[in-house]
């Protein structure tokens, strides 16, 4: 299987660019990801900028709604949120908007969906927060919603938070047994058995390998309990790749990232950043995602496809 690359755009900031040529350079930026090679597009579900990316006053547009128009503009290159919280909407309503989605783009709609964390947005729009545990029980209920609607025609649910009674999903999908399903998160006890039991794909923020592989080891160790064959999950990583034409600019970046960032990014030439992923496929992760802060133009999104044929040039070769 070809390495899995995904192109995320947390970030609607543009400098010079006004609110209503926004969305023309998203669908550029997007047009441009899958002109390079990406897999997927996503945009957060988020309706306030979130800390360490910027100010929660910058400009943050709504998510399905960006995701269709996306889609409209695009052909191939696959479309979801990285990733939707599971507060922010009644499951059966996010099905029928994946659903919708999946239509639009004829069939490249992922489901990504976590249990949320960001208070601050859910206080400003009235949006019940509950505690992290009761958060990831809905997280479960409503996977087991999606699963319902996007494979049986009039099914049923009664969980503690929500329920469906015969609920239509009329169209249907166009992906045979629905959209797949991206589970955001890698908290080990719940988040990882949740994707163990239910998802397609599995994201988590990168870090060290080891810590990585730890990770990874428990989750195949869920995968055990409930009877699934990890190899079924696709892991993919989120890194801070920023790639650059020589040494000298990697330099002149680098001193423009905040200290306490800097652990986090690395800025590299295209050899080298490939040679920086091969410790995370050897660990047996098939994809990455990379963003649009450390890939703010058409250009560096160009480098970026340089990059995944390398990258996928090597895995074939190995």
């Not at 939707?84 to 639009?104: F, S």
């Not at 964390?117 to 009235?126: K, R, S």
């Not at 999908?173 to 949740?194: A, C, N």
């Not at 239910?198 to 160790?221: M, N, V």
Request: aromatic letters at 8%.
């Amino acid at each position: 299987m070809a390495v899995f690359f995904g192109f995320h755009m947390p970030n609607f900031t543009f400098p010079g660019v006004p609110a209503d040529k926004l969305f023309d350079r998203v669908v550029e930026n997007a047009k441009a990801a899958e002109k390079a090679g990406f897999d997927l597009v996503t945009v957060m579900d988020h309706f306030y900028q979130i800390r360490g990316v910027g100010p929660e006053t910058e400009p943050m547009l709504e998510a399905y709604t960006t995701l269709a128009g996306i889609a409209a503009h695009t052909t191939k290159i696959k479309v979801g949120t990285l990733v939707t919280g599971v507060t922010y909407r009644n499951p059966a309503l996010l099905v029928k908007e994946v659903t919708t989605l999946d239509v639009i783009s004829k069939g490249r709609a992922i489901l990504g969906i976590g249990a949320a964390w960001n208070e601050d947005e859910h206080v400003g729009y009235g949006i019940e927060y509950p505690p992290i545990g009761r958060r990831l029980d809905r997280l479960d209920e409503a996977l087991t919603i999606a699963k319902l609607m996007f494979t049986e025609e009039r099914p049923s649910f009664e969980g503690k938070f929500y329920r469906i009674e015969r609920a239509l999903n009329v169209p249907r999908p166009i992906q045979p047994g629905g959209p797949k399903i991206l589970v955001g998160g890698g908290g080990e006890k719940r988040t990882l058995r949740l994707l163990a039991r239910h998802g397609d794909i599995g994201h988590w923020f990168g870090g060290p390998i080891d810590d990585l592989k730890r990770k990874k080891q428990i989750f195949e160790e869920h995968c055990e309990v409930v009877g699934r064959d990890p190899s079924t999950v696709l892991l993919t990583v989120g890194v801070g790749l920023i790639l650059v034409e020589n040494e000298k600019d990697a330099k002149a970046i680098l001193d423009q990232v905040p200290p306490e960032r800097r652990p986090m990014v690395m800025a590299a030439r295209v050899p080298q950043a490939a040679e920086f992923l091969g410790p995370y496929l050897d660990a047996g992760f098939g994809g990455f995602t990379l963003s649009n802060p450390a890939l703010p133009t058409v250009d560096a999104i160009g480098l970026a496809g340089e990059l995944i044929k390398t990258v996928r040039g090597s895995s074939v070769a190995a």
